[in-house]
C-alpha cells in the first residue's frame, strides 16, 4: 500500500537535524500497523509523507506504486489515503453531521445522488448514523472524531491514516473510536496506520513501529515488540498495564504465562491460577 526507501526529512534545509532520518519500510494492504514513539521522534513528519502533505528531502515513498513526488497524480494519492488527526473541533466545518461528512464530496462535484449513497455508507460505518442530523457542536468528542472519519471514508479511501487521533477523547471515546478503526480495518479491508501513545491501542495492531530520534528501531508483532519491556523503557514508552501486571506477578514467583498483551488474557491466566 505504501512503501517508504531511504526516506529522510528535515524542516530547515540550512541545519543537520533530521525529522525523520532514514526510514525504509512498507505497509501492506489491509494492514493494521500502529506507530509508537516519545514525543518529537518523528511520527508525525513520517505519517504526513504518506499523503504528500511533505515530500522526501532524500529517498521515496509511493503510494500504490505511485512516487508522493508525481504532482500529477496527487489528487489519486490524496483519495487513496485519508488522515484524520488529533483535535476534532480543526476537521469539522459544517453546523449539521451529514453536511460536514458531504464536503469533501460536495467540493469534488460528485453528482448528489452518489454522494447520498457514500454519506449513508460512510456514517453507518463510522457508527453516527443516528447523530445526522445533529450540530456537531453538541456531539462529544468522541462522536466528532468519528464523524472527521466518516468524511474521509466517504472518499473511499484504501488506507486510513491516524495521527494520535484518540488522544483528545476520554475513555469511552477513545473505546469507540477504536472500534470504529478495527471495525473499518476487518469488515471493509481498509488498510490502517495508527500513530498512538496508548499502549492498549498499539496492542491491537497486526504490527507495531517503534520510532526514535527519526528511525525505525523496533519492529514486529505487539506480542514481540512489548516482549522488550525494558527497551521500550529506554525509550520513554510503556508497555500495556496487563503487560505490567503480568511481568510483576511473574517477578513475585506466580507463573503466569508468557506473552500475555491484553486485559483478556491476562484475566484468563489469573482465573486459571485461582480456580
Ligand atoms: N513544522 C515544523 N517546523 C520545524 N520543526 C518541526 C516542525 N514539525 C515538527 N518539527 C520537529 O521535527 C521533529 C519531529 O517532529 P514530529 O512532529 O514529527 O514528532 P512526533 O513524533 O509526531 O511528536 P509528538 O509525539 O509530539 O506528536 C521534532 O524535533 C519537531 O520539533
Ligand atoms: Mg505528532
Not at 69 to 86: C, H, N, P, W
Not at 113 to 126: C, V
Not at 169 to 176: C, M
Amino acid at each position: 500500500m505504501i512503501r517508504a526507501e531511504g526516506l529522510r526529512f528535515r524542516y530547515d534545509d540550512q541545519q543537520d537535524v533530521w525529522a525523520v532520518n532514514g526510514v525504509t519500510n512498507a505497509v501492506k494492504k489491509g494492514e493494521f500497523v500502529a506507530v509508537l514513539g516519545a514525543n518529537g521522534c518523528g511520527k508525525s513528519t513520517l505519517a504526513k509523507h504518506f499523503n504528500a502533505i511533505l515530500l522526501p528531502e532524500a529517498g521515496t515513498v509511493t503510494v500504490e506504486g505511485i512516487p508522493t513526488t508525481d504532482e500529477s497524480r496527487l489528487y489519486d494519492i490524496r483519495q487513496k489515503v485519508g488522515m484524520v488527526f488529533q483535535n476534532p473541533d480543526n476537521q469539522i466545518v459544517a453546523t449539521v453531521v451529514e453536511e460536514d461528512v458531504a464536503f469533501a464530496l460536495e467540493n469534488l462535484g460528485v453528482p448528489p445522488e452518489e454522494i447520498r449513497r457514500r454519506i449513508d455508507e460512510s456514517m453507518r460505518m463510522a457508527g453516527i448514523w443516528k447523530h445526522r442530523d445533529k450540530g456537531p457542536h453538541k456531539l462529544s468528542g468522541g462522536q466528532k472524531q468519528r464523524v472527521a472519519i466518516a468524511g474521509v471514508i466517504a472518499m473511499r479511501p484504501d488506507c486510513l491514516v491516524l495521527d494520535e487521533a484518540t488522544a483528545m477523547l476520554d475513555p469511552v471515546g477513545r473505546e469507540k473510536v477504536m472500534s470504529t478503526i478495527r471495525h473499518l480495518n476487518r469488515d471493509a479491508g481498509i488498510t490502517v496506520v495508527a500513530i498512538t501513545h496508548y499502549m492498549e491501542e498499539a496492542a491491537q495492531a497486526d504490527r507495531v513501529l517503534v520510532m526514535s530520534e527519526g528511525r525505525i528501531v523496533l519492529e514486529g508483532t505487539p506480542r514481540e515488540v512489548f516482549a522488550q519491556a525494558d527497551r521500550l523503557r529506554e525509550l520513554h514508552l510503556d508497555v500495556p498495564q496487563a503487560v505490567e501486571l503480568r511481568d510483576a506477578l511473574a517477578a513475585a514467583g506466580v507463573p503466569m504465562p508468557e506473552g500475555i498483551i491484553d486485559e483478556g488474557e491476562c484475566a484468563k491466566a489469573l482465573y486459571a491460577l485461582l480456580k
